[in-house]
């Protein structure tokens, strides 16, 4: 990878952490009024994106010539989506036994991408001599660097092609659940019988969950397209440019960079906060004045 093109995207990654941070410190200073039942969403979001951009600052991945070394994330599969699908049951799934079938699912599915990281992925023998032959680079010791992927030729058997088939089959599940949590909230907002202004400000939030976090947008476009592009090229053979691998670097990179953004974007209350903090809007100070009735006697004449 170029350069130049490496240090944008790590800078990138960098401010991705640091709007992470801003926001983990903003949900901690600034509680929410109108949609505090949201408030579990962005915490997550906000630690979700500072191990993901920490992750990748840390891990240095190379690319040359036309071979495309795609790193397969699972910080996708963290997050409960089962309760997208009625934001007023959020309650209900924080009891103990509902957050400890969140938190198995999720750690199953975490613990099943790093075994295929390990069986398909990691490099044995062959794969590292094959490395050390065909990728040459000035500024990197290739022999005692540390990396994983995979070559078709040396190290693909069927159990590593089992493995990589059923985290993509997860991987497209999870995209049909994304699109199928928003049509259920769609369609739970239009039969609702909250009042106009609840409405307003539950599509207001629906939006929001479309654009980042854990739905549609966001993780289609920077995580599930560049994942299904690397593997595509991997498994197909497909010869590909140092423009198509730049772009998975840059589409991974914005992921964590915007999600913040649009959380303090969207929340007034957060959009407030920070207004104000950066002196941008004057705090309106509420006088109270309390008036106290002066006491009278009365006395009786004879």
Not at 73 to 90: D, K, T, W
Not at 97 to 126: C, K, Q, S
């Amino acid at each position: 990878m170029n350069d130049t093109i490496s240090s944008t995207i790590y800078t990138v990654y960098s401010f991705g952490f640091t709007y992470s941070c801003i926001l983990l410190i903003i949900y901690f200073r600034c509680p929410l009024k109108h949609v505090s039942s949201y408030r579990y969403f962005f915490i997550l979001a906000a630690i979700h994106d500072m191990t993901f951009s920490s992750t990748a600052i840390l891990i240095s991945p190379i690319s040359a010539n036309v071979q495309v070394i795609a790193d397969i994330s699972a910080q996708s599969f963290v997050g409960p989506e089962m309760i997208y699908f009625r934001a007023n049951l959020f309650n209900i799934y924080l009891t103990p036994r509902n957050t400890m079938i969140v938190v198995a699912i999720n750690l199953t599915l975490l613990l099943d991408y790093l075994f295929t990281i390990r069986i398909g992925f990691w490099p044995d023998e062959h794969f590292t001599q094959l490395v050390q032959k065909t990728i040459e680079l000035p500024s990197l010791d290739i022999v005692n660097a540390s990396y994983i992927g995979c070559s078709m030729e040396v190290t693909m058997n069927v159990a590593s092609l089992a493995f990589v088939a059923q985290t993509t089959t997860i991987v497209v599940f999870l995209e049909c659940l994304h699109v199928f949590c928003a049509l259920r909230i769609y369609t739970s907002l239009g039969k609702s019988l909250i009042s106009k202004k609840s409405q307003s400000m539950q599509r207001h939030m629906f939006i929001l969950l479309l654009l980042q976090i854990f739905q549609a947008v966001c993780p289609a476009i920077c995580i599930h397209i560049p994942f299904f592009a690397g593997t595509l090229f991997v498994l197909t053979g497909i010869s590909t440019s140092a423009v198509i691998t730049n772009v998975i670097a840059a589409l991974l990179a914005l992921y964590p960079f915007f999600n913040p953004l649009i959380i303090v974007t969207f929340v007034t209350d957060y959009r407030t906060f920070v207004i104000t903090k950066l002196g941008l809007r004057k705090v309106n100070k509420q006088m109270n004045i309390f008036v106290t009735p002066k006491p009278m006697v009365i006395s009786k004449t004879t």
